[in-house]
Each structure stands twice: as structure tokens, then as C-alpha cells.
């Protein structure tokens, strides 16, 4: 059946794989043309999906024709899309940015290993199944940790075995809530538990629910789970911290989004107060997370403290879900705002590391005068970050105030405006050492630097602040989410 | 008591003692058992709950031997990262073009 054959959503799954095999065959550090390539193409098929799912609705597939309780189904709504097309679009900018960045031959695996990862992301997003997403989950950490080590360095090491670690521990937990759930139900697919957990709910679904949101929250880094999260995006290559802290960290949101939503909304609803645990925890890591990013002495380690705190934000929508679809919409727009702007601010970091020599946060003086572009890419960034109009970042937090306000959580604004605050002092640290001229040194003209490391980091920041002009379309979206 | 009821308990068992060690030891290669263990308890969790009336369910015996597969990936990984972590900074990156030689020295 030529339908079934051009599914789109079947090739989003199948592309990074069959690149991230045919990158692996000519041997370390070549393939970037075939990635590259590649990712146009996944890109073309997620708005394609995109553009089916608002005119027909959400979209289901059975892999290989099997039914559910023995075949994996795939399925895809418009959260799943958002996600989807956040995901190649930030993926392509990257992969054009690391082609450039790899020049000096210092790539090794990293382009198979972003084939695998993609591939995991992509099936993570549209399988309905809890087993088919637990293998997604683990492909997904595993490419990670290879990205992490890639370089060969000892503390790269270090810090990917302490990344695997913690991503064990937390696709283990989550697997164990799996076996049980099947326990329970018999079942593991998401449209069929949902219809079947009700009330009374027997004590192995609880625990099952506890040991999964567990799980992912470790992987997702919430605070005090985070500990792996610095080292690991702080010391991996530009592009690897970039595609981690923008996309990999949001994967495990994603799912404990889906979760919260779908098979354990009755539990949620049996029990209301434990919306407040993930939003306690990401209020305690907006603060922490700034409070560390604005002590940090690298800058690459500024960023990732940064990625703890606004990883805090997207906790915050939990309580406030009776408010309407505002809850919804503020996730979704900060989890793109969020994305685009933070890959941009590490793609950004990685060119003023590699141009100045010198990373420490004291190493920016006077960059403002040798990398305009770069600079500027990296303002506009943290402009998202913090908040200001009319960026998306501005628009997200504002969305989250008015349903926090709405549903009578004062503290979750507050939470929300000192965030920005915070925020907004560990990018100006930054911002008023590039525009000091050091002493001692002589006037400093710009640097040549491919245009393509630049263009692209400056492309991803301006997407980030424009997302709040142009959010209807993915607000449009989520109105076409199934639970 | 049901077999399978047994099984599952022993596996509960197991999944705690596993998550124990590897949150608590020190040693590198006894946190990757460790990781084993728990594992392996998941997996009797698995087998033993879906036993129903003394009748095997295939659905689940499927999901552990791909979860055994996906567990040796990760053991391999944790193995690679721990030698390359032992043998220190002063190990090079992976040849550009590898050969298996420096296994075989080792």
C-alpha cells in the first residue's frame, strides 16, 4: 500500500537510524553531508505530520500491522508533533553548526550517535506503548552517554559514567513501574490503560506510578536529581551540550507529561496533592539553578546550571492544570522557547570558547569586538531565557503567571518573576564582560569564524524570541491532544 | 502461595538489593552487578506476575529477552567508559582508523 509505505510517521523513526548506520561504515568523523541531508528530510516529514494532525486529528499506526497487545502501536497527537518539529528543526540547525565545529577532524562517532539518538527521540514521541517507550528511553540515554564520552577525555569519561549511571537507576525504576503496571492490567498500551485504571486502584499501580514519574524526573534532572546534569552538558563538545540540554532532557519531560495526562490521570485526580511535589521541586531548582549559574567560574557550566533551573519551570505547570489549556500551553511554549534559545546559547558559548581559547566566564571580555554575530546571537538568547518581551520565553512565563493566578497559586508567579530576575543577572554577567575592552590589550578586531557557526546559532536565538509572535500555530496544536 | 506470586516477590527482592548497591557502593564494576541484579529482579517481576493460572504469557517473556539485550548493551557501555576511566587521561582517543590492536595487548 503506497499509504502506508510513504507514512511519515514510520520514516521519522526509520531515517536517523538508516543514517546513523550509514554514517557509522566510512569510519570516525565522516557523514555530515548524509546527516545533514537526512535531517532536512525528517524535518520535511514532522511538518508534514504536523499539517495532518490539524486537519484530520491525531494519527495512529500499527508497526508491522499487529494489533495492539502483541504489536507496537505508534501514535501521534499534537503534543507529539510540536515535540517532533522542535526536535529536526533544532537537530538540523546543530547538525549544519558541528559540521563546521568539526572541521579539525575531532568528531569521532558524533554523527552515528546523533543518528541513534534521533531515532530514539522520534520513536520516545509516538510510541503508545510502555514497553516500546522504556527501549526508547534507554536508546536515547545510551546514544547520550556515547555523545558525552566521545571525546576521549578522562573527565568526559567520569562524567559520561556518572551520567550513565543516573540514567540507569531512572530507566530501571521505570521499568520495574512497567512490569507491574502489566501486573496489574495486563497491558501496556497507553490507549488501552487509560481506560481501564479507575478508582479503587489497586496499591501495585501506585507504586508502579511512583518508581516511573521517579525515574523520569532523574532523567529529566529536576532538582535534587540534577546532580549528573552539569558535568555531563558542561563538558561534552558545543554541540553535544547543545543537543542534550535543548532536546534529550525534554524527552523525559514529554513522557512524564504523557503519563500525568494519560494512564495515571485517575490517580492524579484520586489524589490532587501530588501535583505539588514536581512543582515544590522546580521551584527549588529555578532558585538553586540561577543561584549556581550566577556563581559559576566556566561559562559552559553557566549554561547548564541555567538548563537546571529552567528545566524547574516546566514543573510548575502541575498544579495548575485545573486552569484550562493555559497549564498546557505555557508547558509546550517553554519547552520550545526553551530549546531553541539554550541550543543557540550553547552553540553560541562553543564558537567564543574556541575563537577566545579560553573558557572561563572572565575569558568573554572584549568579545563583543571579535564575534559580533555570535555575541548578538547569544543576547538574544538569553533574552528568552529571562523573560523579556516579546520573546517566547516572555510569553510562556506570562502564560504560566495568568493560570497560576487564575487557579489562586500566588507563590508560582513569584516563583516564576524571581526566576526571571535570577535569570536575567547570570546573562548580564556575562553580556558585561564581552563589552569591556581588557587592559593591556590592544583594540580587538573581529575574528573569521565559518559563517555557518555563526549564522546558525544566531538563527536558533532569533526562533526562540520570535516564537512569541508566532505561537498560535502551536497553540493550534495542542487543541488536537489525546489523552 | 503461587509460583508465580514467588517469583515476583524474589524479584522484588532483588530489584531493591540491586538499586541499594548501585546508589551506595563505590566500587565501579560491583555498581554495574549491581545494575545487573536489578535488572534481573524487573525481569522475574515480569514473568512471575503475568503467570495467571499456572499459564505462561508470551507477551511478557518477550519484553524481558528484549530488555536483556537492551541490559548487556548498557553493561558493555558502563564496561568501555570504566576502562577507558581506569586507564586515565593518558589513554588517546579511539585511532582513526581502529584496528582492534590495543585490545589485544591488554
Partial sequence: MPDDLFDPLVWLILLPILWAVLTFLPGPGRGAVVAIVSLCLQLGCAVRLTADIIAHGARTHLAGGWPAPLGIPLAADGLAAAMLVLTQAVGLAVALYARSYFRDGSSLWFWPLTGFLFAGMNGLFLSGDLFNLYVTLELVGLAAVGLVANGGKAEQAAAALRYLMASLIGSGAYLFGVALVYGACGTVALDHLAGMISAPVPPALWLAFALMAAGLLLKTALFPLHYWLPPAHGDAPAPVSALLSALVVKASFYLFLRLWLGPFACLVALAPMLAWLPALLGSAAVLYGSWMAIRAERLKMLIAYSTVAQLGYLFLIFPVFGGGALALQAGLLHATAHGTAKAAMFIAAGTLIRVGENDSVRGMAGVANQLPVTLFAFALAGVSLMGLPPSGGFLAKWLLIDAALSSGQLWIAVVAITGGLLASVYIFRVLHLAFRVPDGREELRPRPVPAAMEWTALLLATASVGLGLFAMPLFALLERVGT | ?106
Fill in chain 2, 1 to 106: 502461595m503461587s509460583s508465580g506470586l514467588l517469583f515476583a516477590i524474589v524479584g522484588c527482592l532483588l530489584f531493591v538489593f540491586g538499586l541499594g548497591g548501585v546508589i551506595l557502593l563505590d566500587h565501579l564494576l560491583r555498581r554495574i552487578l549491581a545494575f545487573n541484579l536489578m535488572g534481573s529482579g524487573t525481569f522475574l517481576v515480569l514473568v512471575g506476575l503475568a503467570q495467571r493460572d499456572g499459564t505462561p504469557d508470551p507477551v511478557p517473556q518477550a519484553m524481558v529477552l528484549t530488555g536483556i539485550v537492551v541490559a548487556v548493551a548498557a553493561t558493555a557501555l558502563a564496561l568501555a567508559l570504566a576502562r577507558r576511566l581506569h586507564t586515565g587521561a593518558s589513554n588517546p582517543p579511539p585511532p582513526a582508523n581502529p584496528t582492534c590492536r590495543d585490545d589485544r595487548h591488554a
